[in-house]
């Protein structure tokens, strides 16, 4: 088994509220319900490892101690109208799997999903 990173990608941006900008209301309620049901899905089929929605961008800090002179500032790294907003990470035989059950978390969520193997774990 390989471990992937199923990073979900709200590709028009988002209010401070953390709600897509391409979506309703209802559409984002429906979405929530539609990706706990997936989560469910994924933790039976036991492909789930770990998983987790994230604050909105303006809630992040940047700490970059990279030259040995650290810096903190608040807000994304990126300054960029699409953000992350949550992941999964799973275990999956091959990319065809990952790639097969990032397609059901693309629909579920209603967003874009990127798919990247881990170099290993630790």
Same mark, same amino acid.
């Given at each position: 088994?390989? /471990?992937?990173?199923?990073?979900?990608?709200?590709?028009? %941006?988002? /209010?401070?509220?953390?709600?897509?900008?391409?979506?309703?209301?209802?559409?984002?309620?429906?979405?929530? $319900?539609?990706?706990?049901?997936?989560?469910?899905?994924?933790?039976?089929?036991?492909?789930?490892? =770990?998983? %987790? !929605?994230?604050?909105?961008?303006?809630?992040? /800090?940047?700490?970059?101690?990279?030259?040995?002179?650290?810096?903190?500032?608040? !807000?994304?790294?990126?300054?960029?109208?699409?953000?992350?907003? !949550?992941?999964?990470?799973?275990?999956? &035989?091959?990319?065809?799997?990952?790639? $097969?059950?990032?397609?059901?978390?693309?629909?579920?969520? *209603?967003?874009?999903?990127?798919? *990247?193997? =881990?170099?290993?774990? &630790?």
């Amino acid at each position: 088994m390989t /471990t992937y990173l199923l990073s979900v990608i709200h590709p028009d %941006g988002v /209010t401070d509220e953390w709600k897509p900008a391409h979506l309703s209301p209802e559409e984002v309620e429906q979405s929530f $319900a539609d990706t706990g049901a997936f989560n469910e899905e994924i933790q039976a089929s036991g492909h789930w490892v =770990f998983a %987790g !929605g994230l604050e909105p961008p303006s809630n992040a /800090t940047v700490v970059d101690n990279s030259n040995g002179q650290n810096a903190v500032t608040d !807000g994304p790294f990126a300054e960029s109208k699409e953000q992350l907003g !949550g992941f999964w990470v799973i275990e999956a &035989a091959d990319l065809d799997e990952a790639l $097969a059950i990032a397609a059901r978390g693309s629909k579920a969520c *209603r967003n874009p999903v990127e798919v *990247r193997p =881990f170099q290993g774990v &630790a």
